[in-house]
């Protein structure tokens, strides 16, 4: 294979090192003309002191000679010179290539990861190759050494997974593939950010106990926002997640660790940061993992508590006292019951592509109207969501008294067969967060909504409105019962 490197960093040289040595033809290409003349004559990288870079391995500073006619076009810049190295590259680059990026971050003005970021650059000059995203528990020192490494590659297209698979993997690295690229980036970015706090932690001087509860809790908080934002849980678990944070909240070669700890034992976090030498990914992760933890209200306490010290100055050993003393939590985000209800269901199920649809309602007095709009709705996908309004959002928002109380509406929708799952409405905002936790494809409503709900399009959720069945209505049924209630002997009503 012909591989085009951006970037001569650590991880760059690394990874030019490795495929070169498994007989692919890379060049490597830097914008710093001092790097590509001292690497090329001396074949050294100083952060990688026991590795030889191996003489096939050409270097440029000319880009198009990295991009023009190769397979691969790989991307190992640092995070904030991705926008800038895609623009550069995207005339060079064609359809029929492929485009890996290792780069970890998301960018805090757009939110958007490195390959969206790649991806746009590309879109703005026509060009809209496959890009995948390479990630994992890989530190380049060990890789530099041939040392066992495994990584994950992940694409929306899964042959082109499997095509970086092939690739990538040799006697000493093992690739898996993943589809949910979401996922794979923002745990790459953010785990970086769990590492400076557990880097803190040790500089405080605490032991193994908080480092475990705080890449415990960090991978739990990542996880919600992951599952917030659409993407799989099980990617959480997964090399891209946990195994990436395990390495880089506790090696030594870690420079989120490292600058963490210098942090911890009293330095400034600029001063930190210089002391490091080498881009700190966790800090320039920060500002973005912040919006997106508003954005989806997700709770992310040692992120905030990280943001605290890095860039409001805040005291560190007062930010681990309040992280330590938050209010009691349940580590299970639901109760055991529901949690195992769901992954059996959703989870056996999610495997068989299933599509999933979501309805909300009141559902008073069950009807045929509302069993038509279910049975329709239910149509359109394999799993039927239903999110019923509570008894207090019924009064407070919709002053409706329901006849018949939440429970007792619960359980008459469980017993049709077209729904697969109620849930409660306690909101008119839960349906953005309803919508990436349930994995949902498909909203339905009643055309009595029409338009209403089409915000829900953003969230990349097809958006349906049925026509409602005419001359039926929980209203006119409780209209009706009260007309022709017949008082009994004692004066009450049937
Ligand atoms: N419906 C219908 N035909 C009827 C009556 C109701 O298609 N004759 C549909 C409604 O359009 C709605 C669903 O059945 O999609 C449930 O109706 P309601 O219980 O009246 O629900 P509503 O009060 O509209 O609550 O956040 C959204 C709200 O919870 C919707």
Same mark, same amino acid.
């Given at each position: ?10 991880? &760059? ?9 498994? &007989? ?19 074949? *050294?990288? =100083?952060?990688? =002191? &026991?590795?030889?870079? =191996? ?44 485009? +890996? ?22 879109? @703005? ?55 949910? +690229? ?8 953010? @785990? ?25 809790? &960090? ?16 990617? /959480? ?37 210089k002391g490091v030498g080498m881009v700190v990914e966790g800090v320039n992760a920060l500002p973005a993992a912040m919006q997106l933890a508003s954005k989806y209200s997700v709770e ?20 681990? +006292? ?11 985000? @639901? ?65 409706? @008294? ?32 309803? +919508? ?6 498909? /909203? ?33 049924? *409780? ?16």
């Open positions: 294979m012909k591989i085009g490197l951006l970037g001569a960093g650590t991880w &760059g040289i690394a990874l030019a090192r490795m495929l070169s040595n498994t &007989g692919n033809d890379v060049v490597v290409w830097s914008a710093i003309e001092s790097e590509v003349e001292e690497y090329s004559q001396t074949r *050294k990288h =100083p952060n990688l =002191p &026991g590795m030889t870079i =191996p003489q096939q391995i050409e270097f440029t500073v000319d880009i198009k000679s990295a991009c023009v006619d190769k397979d691969i076009v790989l991307f190992a810049v640092p995070s904030v010179f991705v926008r800038s190295t895609a623009a550069k590259a995207a005339q060079y680059i064609d359809d029929n290539q492929i485009i +890996v990026d290792v780069a970890k971050g998301i960018e805090p003005e757009t939110l958007l990861t490195m390959t969206q970021i790649i991806e746009e650059e590309l879109v @703005k000059k026509g060009k809209h190759p496959q890009i995948v995203a390479l990630s994992g528990p890989t530190h380049a020192e060990e890789v530099a050494l041939d040392m066992p490494t495994t990584i994950v590659a992940a694409c929306h297209n899964l042959e082109t997974a499997e095509k970086v698979q092939d690739v990538f993997t040799n006697t000493c690295m093992r690739v898996y593939t993943n589809q949910d +690229v979401l996922g794979v980036e923002l745990c790459g970015a953010l @785990k970086n950010i769990i590492a400076l706090a557990a880097g803190i932690a040790s500089g405080l001087g605490y032991g193994d106990n908080v480092k475990a509860a705080l890449m415990t809790r &960090g991978l739990a908080e990542i996880t919600r926002l992951g599952v917030a934002m659409g993407c799989f849980e099980e990617t /959480f678990t997964g090399l891209a997640g946990m195994g990436d944070l395990i390495v880089t909240a506790t090696s030594k070669h870690s420079r989120n660790n490292k600058a963490g700890y210098l942090i911890g034992s009293g330095m400034k976090p600029e001063q930190a940061i992310m306490p040692i992120v905030e508590a990280v943001n605290a010290v890095i860039n409001e100055g805040t005291d560190v050993k007062e930010t681990v +006292v309040t992280l330590m003393q938050r209010d009691k939590k349940s580590e299970l985000p @639901k109760s055991a019951l529901d949690l195992s209800f769901e992954h059996t269901v959703i989870k056996n199920r999610k495997g068989l592509g299933m599509k999933r649809v979501i309805t909300y309602g009141t559902f008073d007095l069950l009807h045929y109207g509302h069993i038509n709009l279910l049975k329709r709705a239910k149509a359109l996908g394999d799993y039927l969501v239903v999110v019923l309004s509570s008894d207090e959002f019924n009064w407070k928002e919709k002053h409706k @008294k329901c006849y018949f109380t939440y429970e007792q509406r619960k359980a008459l929708l469980e017993s049709i067969r077209y729904v697969d799952l109620v849930i409660p409405e306690n909101s008119w905002e839960q349906k953005k967060t309803d +919508v990436h936790e349930y994995h949902i494809d498909t /909203f339905v409503m009643g055309d009595d909504w029409e338009g209403k709900f089409d915000f829900l399009k953003d969230e990349g959720v097809e958006v349906v409105y049925l026509p409602r069945t005419p001359e039926i209505s929980t209203t006119q049924i *409780k209209h009706d019962l009260n007309a022709n209630a017949a008082p009994d002997e004692c004066g009450g009503y049937s």
